[in-house]
T-cell receptor, first 109, second 114 residues
Framework: GQSLEQPSEVTAVEGAIVQINCTYQ??????LSWYQQHDGGAPTFLSY????GLEETGRFSSFLSRSDSYGYLLLQELQMKDSASYFC??????????FGAGTTVTVRA | DAGVTQSPTHLIKTRGQQVTLRCSPK?????VSWYQQALGQGPQFIFQ???????QRGNFPDRFSGHQFPNYSSELNVNALLLGDSALYLC?????????????FGPGTRLTVL
């Protein structure tokens, strides 16, 4: 079977930095994606790591270590609009994405 | 450029009934994947359609079936509804459905089974 572990909740103040960790155990691995979902909305794509290392996109960065089956999403200069659920997702094969249970990020003023 | 659209937005059914949910992919996309998202959980893969064929299926019973039309739009059908089928049903589209593709999600259909 497959499992993805990520913290259930994180709270931080505006301007702070938050790191959301994701460890995975899956039958196959092509890459690790991160999605953001605001309450009741559509998940939106943030980043994809197929190779080890850090990918930076504006205030968000994502890291992958394939040997450790581990990745993280780094949110910098937190803003109120970043309050949302964040999901890590493993692409196990050509077609299937397997998602974690999600991390709820709450940003306080 | 229209994104992924889904209909209806909300739906209430009773146990034993059947339901059909619809999805139109993002313009230019040819692959549609369906996911079920229970409250407080991540999306769970149901199946993916490409070239009007079911290409892969997740761990869902045969009560869940689908269809893709020549214009790439898709339907998800669920028969003999159970209370546990209450969830947000998400459709995601992509091009080719390959390993490195980005999936674009629709806003979902909220299904409540009473």
């Amino acid at each position: 079977g497959q499992s993805l572990e990520q913290p259930s909740e994180v709270t931080a103040v505006e301007g702070a930095i938050v790191q959301i960790n994701c460890t995975y155990q899956t039958s196959g691995f092509y890459g690790l994606s991160w999605y953001q979902q605001h309450d009741g909305g559509a998940p939106t794509f943030l980043s994809y790591n197929a190779l080890d290392g850090l990918e930076e996109t504006g205030r968000f960065s994502s890291f992958l270590s394939r040997s450790d089956s581990y990745g993280y999403l780094l949110l910098q200069e937190l803003q109120m609009k970043d309050s949302a659920s964040y999901f890590c997702a493993v692409r196990e094969d050509d077609y299937k994405l397997s998602f974690g249970a999600g991390t709820t990020v709450t940003v306080r003023a | 450029d229209a994104g992924v659209t889904q209909s209806p937005t909300h739906l209430i059914k009773t146990r034993g009934q059947q339901v059909t949910l619809r999805c139109s992919p993002k313009s230019g996309h040819d692959t549609v994947s369906w996911y079920q998202q229970a409250l407080g959980q991540g999306p769970q893969f149901i199946f993916q359609y490409y070239e009007e064929e079911e290409r892969q299926r997740g761990n869902f019973p045969d009560r869940f079936s689908g269809h893709q039309f020549p214009n790439y739009s898709s339907e998800l059908n669920v028969n003999a509804l159970l209370l546990g089928d209450s969830a947000l049903y998400l459709c995601a589209s992509s091009l080719g459905g390959g390993a490195s593709d980005t999936q674009y999600f629709g806003p979902g259909t909220r299904l409540t089974v009473l």
